[in-house]
């Protein structure tokens, strides 16, 4: 290799980067935004923001749930229910359909379960609010992606992840003064004012960069390297699950009809064993049969462990069965933390707060690395381009891809938003419409992009951006009545609707200051440029002055 680690780093830094920057800003950005994914879903469910009258416990919650169940889905064979808790106020149920039930259409369910939210204080079924995936599909697209199968939306999403990973430390070889150039930005200086800010951005949150592509990485190792596993249990990954995270095998349907028992006294004992933790999840298999099964799950505590101690009772008698998770191996714990670190459950809303802004610091670096290879790249052909050349193919597709994905996301994120206020509450696959509003919003967005990748399409789709984020705050203020004036100057209502609004509306800010800042620069190189022009038409006056 003639080249030196350097420079052979830097060409693998690069195209590394380049190749899957886009796919990785849409997992940057989804990813970011799922920090807070529960208090997103609670802004986009107006009609849930007044605090309950009579609060309830986690037992009277759960016993209210499962009436609803038993009324409504008796000949369910699973059912799921998630307690409220200090970022959930209402109760949410799912129950998976019997073979060859149609879908309600209603409640937000996915796949083959249906979903519903609950009153934990009535147990009665909230149909005045609205159906929505909220900040759940939110934390789906930055793995599962969306309109195709999940397992090769996670391989996609693996493949890019991994090529940040190297991307990562092929940077930091490169750069020797990484951490000295972290405190020099140079302003107005082209290449070298976008690989200063790649660098601060980068360096600002690197050990946040490293540990959310490994950990993100780690989540699905079962998936990425099945071969241990297919070994070890002849193919059978189910068995290794239930060996693995002491899940019961899957029980089968005795036919002998028996009735459940009270859940309200096997949630108590499970608060107890757990020394006061609160259950989190609640999951009925058979329910009214005599092979029926109750698992209950903790909480999610402030342990750095994703993995939930949970306990397994008769679900004929109440007796326990099981408990799983009150000791975990080492290499479960050790996974158990890395995934714990990637989806930051255990965090409080400052520290939340934190890996949210170390993931926006993540999308800047991501935006700017692929900008810096378009300057790059257009400087290296500057001549020709001044010669009247046009710009190759490469550079123009990086271009406009940089603008549809870069200036197209925050439009895409904010006609979602909109979507939620202004789509009929009663609508059918209301979430969907939703989802659908996101990737129409961002479609458009790329498809002007690509017919005309210029300045001034940046400037259109970042003033586009700026306003529609900046003005949902106003969009809640019309549609709701949980403004800023009462969640903020008031007082009342929940916290994060106002947290919503403010970041938003920073974002917002932000994404205008941008706009103002480039078209001040478009501005400024205009006269210089009809001045450059003159000196040429001058120079060439004179010269044919001379050869006359």
Partial sequence: MKAGLRQSMAWLHSWSGLLVCWVLLLVFCAGTASYFKDEITLWMQPELHRPAATPVSSAEAASRAVAFLQHNAADSPR?????????????????????????????????????????????????????????????????????????????????????????????????????????????????????????????????FHLMIT????????????????????????????????????????????????????????????????????????????????????????????????????????????????????????????????????????LLRALFFLSGLAGCAMVATGALLWGVKTRQGQARALAAGARQSFGLRLVDALNIGAIAGLPIAFAAYFWANRLLPVSMAQRPDAEIHAFFIAWATAAVLAQLRPTRGMWRAQLWGGALMLAAIPVLN???????????????QGPAAVAGFDLTVLALGIALGAAAYILGRRSKARTPARRAARADDAGLQGDDAKGVA
């Fill in 477 to 491: 203020a019309a549609t709701t009545d949980t403004h800023l004036g009462v969640t903020l100057l008031q007082g």
């Fill in 214 to 349: 490994y950990t993100g990485l780690v989540t699905l190792m079962f998936m990425y390297m099945p071969w241990g596993i297919q070994t070890a249990y002849q193919g059978s990954q189910q068995a290794f699950f239930n060996d693995a995270f002491g899940r019961a095998p899957q029980a089968k349907p005795s036919g002998q009809a028996a009735p459940l028992a009270p859940v309200a006294p096997l949630v108590e004992q499970a608060a107890r064993h757990w020394d006061g933790a609160q259950p989190g999840r609640i999951d009925i298999t058979l329910p009214g049969d005599t092979n029926a099964t109750i698992r209950v799950s903790r909480g999610a505590g402030k342990s750095l462990s994703s993995d939930e101690p949970s306990m397994r009772f008769d679900g004929v008698t109440g007796a326990l069965v099981a408990t799983v998770g009150d000791t975990p191996t080492a290499a479960s714990q050790t996974r158990g933390v890395m995934v714990g670190l990637h989806e930051a459950h255990f965090a409080g809303p």
């Fill in 79 to 207: 059912w799921l229910i998630d307690l409220p808790d200090e970022r959930n106020p209402a109760v949410q149920v799912r129950w998976m359909r019997p073979p060859g039930a149609a879908a309600s259409g209603i409640g937000g369910g996915r796949g083959r379960f249906e979903s519903r939210t609950l009153d934990p204080a009535t147990g009665a079924f909230l149909q005045q609010v609205r159906d929505t995936r909220g900040g759940e599909f939110l934390y789906r697209l930055h793995f599962d992606l969306y309109f195709m199968q999940r397992i090769w939306a996670r391989w996609i999403v693996g493949f890019c992840a991994m090529f940040m990973l190297v991307a990562i430390l092929s940077g930091v070889i490169t750069h020797r003064r990484i951490f000295q150039d972290f405190f020099t930005f140079r302003p107005r200086k082209g290449q070298r004012s976008w690989l200063d800010a790649h660098n601060a951005t980068a360096v600002l949150a690197l050990p």
